[in-house]
Each structure stands twice: as structure tokens, then as C-alpha cells.
């Protein structure tokens, strides 16, 4: 193989996510030889799963909602679009979660310390709900069902052991705090992820501190550049993933060229 000798380089190849795109992480490879610590890498806004599929029949149902994740003490939250998927969940709120939950499962025993996710469905909070249940003179379900994809609603009402023709007026106390707990700050049963296949970006990666942030270069290895993927950051689906990857390849472009 014919060698070519540069005074600089710059790495910008992708990281781990999407494979079938040709970006197979192989650069994590070459940065290791070079000396650089590499944070663990996983999979990060990428849909869950769960098993046994069991919101299955909700596939196609799609709605904004607030989500949050909670682990070790850490919790964050999102708010966007949710989708209903045949083998789990994705949309929106989904991705910028699903960091969280790679992560509890990458660290803890097989179905032990996993990060929980709870949903509130809309933007009504568990007062507002009360309110719309204890002023509403029809079916539960009709009530739910003005706020709420249909199915869902029945689901949610389901799943609160109520039946679908019981009336507002009727509710019993511990029904109607059921189904505003579900309604509010929803558990979501999952048990993985889609992995690198369906991931957005890689998470991990070369730590920040072992390069110049003024410049991107390297402290480790003079001449060498990194930016993008490669580096251990990442941000909210929307646009910021690639935002990074330009700014951050202008940046050691303009850098590795004045010297």
C-alpha cells in the first residue's frame, strides 16, 4: 500500500451509527493507536423496543408528548413527537431520551437499575384532568378521546380496569386516579433499543479534553484534527447533530490550513 505524507490531517469520518451507510467506526480504531482515550461508545437517538411487544396493536398512533427519563439520579425530559411502532416506540421525544435508557442498560444487570420512562400524553396536568372528568357528563371515553388518539384512549382506559361505556359521573375514586395517573406520568414498559442500525449519531468517543477547542487538534498527536462524530458530544434530534458537524469541520479545516 502506497503511503502518502501530509503535514496535517484531519479525521471526519462518521462514527458507529448506520452501518449500511459504509460508517463503521473504524475511525475509533485508528484514534486508539494514536494514544487517545475513547469514551465507551452506544447507540444514541435511537427508537426502544420492548418485549413482549405489548403496545403492538397502538402501532401507527401518533401524538406529541412530554417524556422524561429518570437513572441514578439523573433525569432528563423531552417534548415532541411519539410514535407507536409495531416492535416499541420512536418519534422525536423518544430519540432525545433513548440515550438514557442505552446507557442504564449498558451499566446494570440483565432487567436491574434500568432507567424509567414516564409519559404525560398532553399538555394537561393531572389538575386539568380532574377537572375535565369531574365537569364532563358523558362516556370517560369520549372525554379522554377529545384530547387523546381514540386508541389510545381506550387503551388507557383499559388498562385503569375501566369499562368503555362507563360514564364520567360514575367513575369510582380509584378508577378516576388511575386513569389520571396513566394520563399524566405514564411508566412505559420497554427492554431495549434499535442499536447502531437505526441510531441517529454515536455517542462516546474521543474525550473533548484531548484536543485544542480552539483549533480541534489533537494535544496527543501534533498535525491531527478531529472533529464531528468522532469527538464525544452530541445533541437533540432537529438539526444539532449536523449543525456540530459543520461547525466543528469548518473549525479544524480552517485550523489544520494556517499551519
Given at each position: 500500500?502506497?503511503?502518502?505524507?501530509?503535514?496535517?490531517?484531519?479525521?471526519?469520518?462518521?462514527?458507529?451509527?448506520?452501518?449500511?451507510?459504509?460508517?463503521?467506526?473504524?475511525?475509533?480504531?485508528?484514534?486508539?493507536?494514536?494514544?487517545?482515550?475513547?469514551?465507551?461508545?452506544?447507540?444514541?437517538?435511537?427508537?426502544?423496543?420492548?418485549?413482549?411487544?405489548?403496545?403492538?396493536?397502538?402501532?401507527?398512533?401518533?401524538?406529541?408528548?412530554?417524556?422524561?427519563?429518570?437513572?441514578?439520579?439523573?433525569?432528563?425530559?423531552?417534548?415532541?413527537g411519539?410514535?407507536?411502532?409495531?416492535?416499541?416506540?420512536?418519534?422525536?421525544?423518544?430519540?432525545?431520551?433513548?440515550?438514557?435508557?442505552?446507557?442504564?442498560?449498558?451499566?446494570?444487570?440483565?432487567?436491574?437499575?434500568?432507567?424509567?420512562?414516564?409519559?404525560?400524553?398532553?399538555?394537561l396536568d393531572r389538575d386539568a384532568w380532574l377537572s375535565i372528568l369531574d365537569a364532563h357528563g358523558g362516556l370517560v371515553l369520549s372525554a379522554v378521546s377529545r384530547t387523546l388518539p381514540g386508541r389510545l384512549a381506550e387503551r388507557l382506559l383499559t388498562e385503569s380496569g375501566i369499562p368503555l361505556d362507563r360514564r364520567a359521573s360514575e367513575l369510582r375514586k380509584t378508577e378516576r386516579n388511575g386513569l389520571v395517573d396513566r394520563l399524566t406520568s405514564y411508566e412505559l414498559p420497554w427492554s431495549g433499543d434499535e442499536g447502531f442500525k437505526k441510531a441517529e449519531v454515536t455517542g462516546g468517543g474521543v474525550a473533548l479534553d484531548e484536543v485544542d477547542t480552539r483549533t480541534l487538534e489533537s494535544r496527543r498527536c501534533r498535525g491531527l484534527f478531529l472533529c464531528g462524530e468522532i469527538l464525544d458530544a452530541f445533541g437533540p434530534i432537529g438539526g444539532h447533530n449536523f449543525a456540530w458537524a459543520w461547525a466543528t469541520g469548518r473549525l479544524a479545516g480552517t485550523a489544520a490550513a494556517r499551519v
Amino acid at each position: 500500500m502506497a503511503s502518502l505524507e501530509a503535514g496535517t490531517v484531519i479525521l471526519a469520518t462518521g462514527g458507529s451509527s448506520v452501518p449500511a451507510t459504509g460508517s463503521d467506526g473504524a475511525v475509533f480504531d485508528i484514534v486508539r493507536a494514536l494514544g487517545h482515550v475513547v469514551h465507551p461508545l452506544y447507540p444514541a437517538l435511537t427508537p426502544l423496543l420492548a418485549e413482549p411487544a405489548v403496545h403492538a396493536p397502538l402501532s401507527g398512533v401518533s401524538l406529541n408528548v412530554r417524556i422524561r427519563a429518570k437513572w441514578r439520579g439523573r433525569e432528563i425530559e423531552s417534548y415532541g413527537g411519539f410514535l407507536f411502532t409495531h416492535r416499541g416506540y420512536s418519534g422525536p421525544s423518544v430519540l432525545d431520551v433513548s440515550h438514557v435508557a442505552v446507557q442504564s442498560l449498558a451499566a446494570g444487570e440483565a432487567g436491574k437499575d434500568r432507567a424509567v420512562l414516564r409519559v404525560r400524553w398532553s399538555d394537561l396536568d393531572r389538575d386539568a384532568w380532574l377537572s375535565i372528568l369531574d365537569a364532563h357528563g358523558g362516556l370517560v371515553l369520549s372525554a379522554v378521546s377529545r384530547t387523546l388518539p381514540g386508541r389510545l384512549a381506550e387503551r388507557l382506559l383499559t388498562e385503569s380496569g375501566i369499562p368503555l361505556d362507563r360514564r364520567a359521573s360514575e367513575l369510582r375514586k380509584t378508577e378516576r386516579n388511575g386513569l389520571v395517573d396513566r394520563l399524566t406520568s405514564y411508566e412505559l414498559p420497554w427492554s431495549g433499543d434499535e442499536g447502531f442500525k437505526k441510531a441517529e449519531v454515536t455517542g462516546g468517543g474521543v474525550a473533548l479534553d484531548e484536543v485544542d477547542t480552539r483549533t480541534l487538534e489533537s494535544r496527543r498527536c501534533r498535525g491531527l484534527f478531529l472533529c464531528g462524530e468522532i469527538l464525544d458530544a452530541f445533541g437533540p434530534i432537529g438539526g444539532h447533530n449536523f449543525a456540530w458537524a459543520w461547525a466543528t469541520g469548518r473549525l479544524a479545516g480552517t485550523a489544520a490550513a494556517r499551519v
